[in-house]
C-alpha cells in the first residue's frame, strides 16, 4: 500500500521542475491562501444567492452546515494527528520540492479535508456550485502532491475524512437545525439574510 | 533576526504538551491577508448587488448598472490577489494555519460588510438628495382640518358649485402625512375632494384607535356642503391601505377602496435581504423601526375584510418591482394590478400610479 503511495507520488511529483507554467500554476494553488480565499468568496458569494426568501434559506443553510462539516473534520483532523504522526515525503525522499518544508504530520491532507468538506457539503444542497467547488478542492490537493509536501494517500484520507464529515453533518445533524436558523432568522432581522 | 510574533495567548490545552495557539506569524503577513480579505470581500459584495440588483450594497451609485458592479467586483478582487503575492514573499514560507484564516477572514468580512453598507448609505443619500425635489401643492386649494380626533388637510378642486365625489387618503403611517403626494394632485384635478389623514407621531399609532381615523374622516366629509355622501372613497398606501380595506369592511358608507401595496400579510413585514433592491441599509434600518408594523397588519386582518366589502368596488396595486411585497401570492386572488418597473417605495409617487388611481375612481366612484 505505502509502495502504491510511494509510485503514485512520485509520477505526480515527477513532473515538477520540468514546465516553468506549471510549477508557477501549482505553487499558485498550493500556498494557504489563494484557494482558500477562492473558495470563502464563493461561500459569501452564495450566501447572497437565491431568487425568492426560500431558495436563499435553502443556500444559506447549506453554508452554515458547509462550516459546521468544516469545524468537525478538523476536530478529528487534530484528533488524528494527536494518535498518528506521518512524516512529509521530503523527510524520508527526495523529492521535487516547490514549497516549504512543513513540520505538522502529513496524514490525513490538511487542504484536502478543508476543501473536501466544504465542496462536499455544498454539492449535497447545490450539484453545480458543489461541483466546482470538488474540482478547486481537488486541484488545490493535486498541487500539495506535485509540490512534493503530500503523499496522495494522505489526499485521499484527507478527502474521504472531508466527505465523511460534511454527509454526517448535511445527512445526520438534524440537531443542530434550531442553531442554524437563529442565525438565519437574526440574518434577516438585520437584512442580511 | 528574532522573528516577531502576535499570539493571542495560549487558549487550550487540547492534549499534554499540545497548545492551541493563534500565531500569526508576522504582522505584515496578517496585516495585508487582513487588506486581501476585506478588499476581495468587498469586491464580493459588488458582485452580489450586480447581480441581484442590491441598491444597499452597490458602491457604484445605481443598481440597474449591472456591467459596471461587476467591473467593480472583478478589478477589486483581481487587483487584491495580485498585490497580495506581489508584495507577500511571506506566501512561500511558513504562514498562517486555518484557524488564524478563519479570523482575520471572518474579522475582515464584519468589516467590509459594515463598509460596504455604510458607504452604499451615504452614495444613496447623496444621489436620492439629487433627485428627489418635492413636488408643492400651493397650487392646490387646500385647508387644514382639525375636528374632534381628526387631523389632516382638505383639498378641494377649483370648481365645488355641485356636490363631488371625495376621497379619504390614507397613507403609511410611517410617513405621518400625505401632503403632498402627486396621486393627491392628480385626483384633485380629475375633480374629487381628497381628505388627507396625518398619523401623527409613529409612536401614537395604535390599534384599534387608528380603526377610528376613516369613519371619522367620511363622517366630517358628509357634513361638507361640496362632498356628496353617496361618493365616498377610501385610498389607502402601505399599512394605511390595510386600514382602508378593514375599515371599508365594516362602514357601509365607504363605496370604493383602493390600496396601493397593501401588506395583508404578517410575513410580508419581514422582507429580509429583498429590502435593499429598494432602499439602503440605513433607511432600512429606520425603516424597521416602525417595531409595530407587524402587530398592526396583523391585528388590522385586511385579508379578511376583504369579502366584508361585497360587490363594491376594490382595486390593490402593487408594483412588479415590489421587493417587500411579492405581488404574485395576492395575484389569485384577484382584483389586483401589477405595474411594471414599480417598486414598493416607488408605486405610490409614479406617476403611472396616479393616473390609474384618478382613472379607476372616475370609473369606480
Given at each position: 500500500m505505502m509502495a502504491l503511495d510511494l509510485q503514485l507520488f512520485r509520477l505526480i511529483n515527477?513532473?515538477?521542475?520540468?514546465?516553468a507554467f506549471l510549477d508557477s500554476l501549482a505553487r499558485l494553488l498550493v500556498n494557504e491562501y489563494f484557494l482558500t480565499t477562492t473558495m470563502a468568496l464563493i461561500l459569501v458569494i452564495f450566501w447572497f444567492e437565491g431568487q425568492d426568501r426560500d431558495q436563499r434559506e435553502r443556500n444559506q443553510r447549506a453554508i452554515l452546515r458547509a462550516l459546521v462539516a468544516l469545524l468537525l473534520a478538523n476536530i478529528i483532523l487534530k484528533l488524528c494527528n494527536l494518535i498518528y504522526f506521518r512524516p512529509r515525503p521530503f523527510v524520508d525522499h527526495e523529492v521535487n520540492l516547490l514549497f516549504y518544508h512543513p513540520?505538522?504530520?502529513?496524514?490525513?491532507?490538511n487542504p484536502a479535508t478543508v476543501g473536501f468538506s466544504v465542496a462536499t457539503a455544498i454539492w449535497l444542497y447545490n450539484r453545480r456550485l458543489g461541483a466546482s467547488l470538488l474540482v478547486l478542492a481537488t486541484l488545490f490537493s493535486l498541487s500539495r502532491i506535485y509540490c512534493g509536501v503530500h503523499y496522495p494517500l494522505d489526499v485521499i484520507a484527507g478527502a474521504l475524512l472531508g466527505a465523511l464529515s460534511a454527509y454526517l453533518v448535511v445527512?445526520?445533524?438534524?440537531?443542530i437545525d434550531p442553531l442554524i436558523s437563529l442565525i438565519i432568522r437574526t440574518g434577516r432581522r438585520l437584512y442580511l439574510a | 533576526m528574532q522573528e516577531t510574533r502576535i499570539c493571542?495567548?495560549?487558549?487550550?490545552?487540547?492534549?499534554?504538551?499540545v497548545h492551541y495557539v493563534l500565531n500569526f506569524i508576522s504582522p505584515h503577513l496578517a496585516i495585508n491577508y487582513f487588506l486581501l480579505a476585506f478588499i476581495t470581500i468587498v469586491g464580493a459584495l459588488q458582485f452580489v448587488a450586480a447581480r441581484h440588483r442590491l441598491a444597499g450594497l452597490t458602491?457604484?451609485?445605481?443598481?440597474?448598472?449591472?456591467t459596471w458592479g461587476y467591473l467593480l467586483a472583478t478589478l477589486l478582487i483581481m487587483l487584491a490577489f495580485v498585490w497580495f503575492f506581489a508584495v507577500t514573499?511571506?506566501?512561500?514560507?511558513p504562514g498562517l494555519a486555518g484557524s488564524e484564516l478563519a479570523v482575520l477572514f471572518g474579522i475582515a468580512g464584519l468589516c467590509a460588510l459594515a463598509f460596504t453598507l455604510l458607504a452604499s448609505s451615504i452614495l444613496h443619500r447623496v444621489q436620492h438628495r439629487e433627485k428627489s425635489a418635492p413636488r408643492s401643492d400651493s397650487r392646490l386649494r387646500h385647508e387644514a382640518v382639525s375636528w374632534q380626533e381628526l387631523r389632516g388637510t382638505l383639498y378641494l378642486p377649483e370648481d365645488t358649485n355641485e356636490p363631488r365625489p371625495a376621497i379619504c387618503a390614507l397613507p403609511a403611517p410611517s410617513e405621518?402625512?400625505?401632503?403632498?403626494?402627486p396621486v393627491v394632485a392628480d385626483l384633485v384635478d380629475e375633480g374629487f375632494i381628497v381628505l388627507t389623514i396625518d398619523w401623527g407621531?409613529?409612536?401614537?399609532?395604535?390599534y384599534p384607535a387608528m380603526l377610528a381615523s376613516l369613519p371619522s374622516a367620511v363622517a366630517y366629509l358628509t357634513r361638507?356642503?361640496?362632498?356628496?355622501?353617496e361618493r365616498i372613497g377610501a385610498l389607502g398606501i402601505d399599512l394605511g391601505g390595510d386600514l382602508a380595506i378593514r375599515s371599508a369592511g365594516t362602514d357601509q358608507q365607504i363605496a370604493a377602496v383602493l390600496a396601493l401595496a397593501?401588506?395583508?400579510?404578517?410575513?410580508?413585514?419581514?422582507?429580509?435581504?429583498?429590502i435593499l433592491k429598494e432602499m439602503s441599509y440605513l433607511e432600512a434600518l429606520r425603516w424597521a423601526s416602525f417595531r409595530k408594523r407587524g402587530k398592526l397588519v396583523a391585528e388590522l386582518a385586511a385579508l379578511d375584510s376583504i369579502s366584508k366589502l361585497g360587490s363594491r368596488p376594490l382595486l390593490l396595486i402593487y408594483g412588479d418591482?415590489?421587493?417587500?411585497?411579492?405581488a404574485e401570492e395576492e395575484?389569485?386572488?384577484?382584483r389586483l394590478k401589477s405595474l411594471p418597473g414599480e417598486g414598493h417605495l416607488s408605486l405610490p409617487g409614479s406617476p403611472a400610479t396616479s393616473a390609474l388611481v384618478a382613472r379607476w375612481f372616475k370609473e369606480n366612484l
Open positions: 515527477n513532473l515538477a521542475g520540468r514546465n513540520t505538522d504530520s502529513s496524514f490525513p491532507s445527512r445526520k445533524g438534524g440537531f | 493571542l495567548s495560549v487558549a487550550y490545552p487540547l492534549h499534554q504538551g458602491l457604484i451609485g445605481s443598481a440597474s448598472k449591472p514573499p511571506e506566501v512561500f514560507e405621518e402625512t400625505l401632503s403632498p403626494h407621531p409613529e409612536k401614537e399609532v395604535r361638507r356642503d361640496e362632498v356628496n355622501p397593501p401588506f395583508l400579510s404578517q410575513a410580508n413585514t419581514q422582507p429580509g435581504l429583498s418591482q415590489d421587493s417587500i411585497i411579492p395575484m389569485a386572488r384577484g
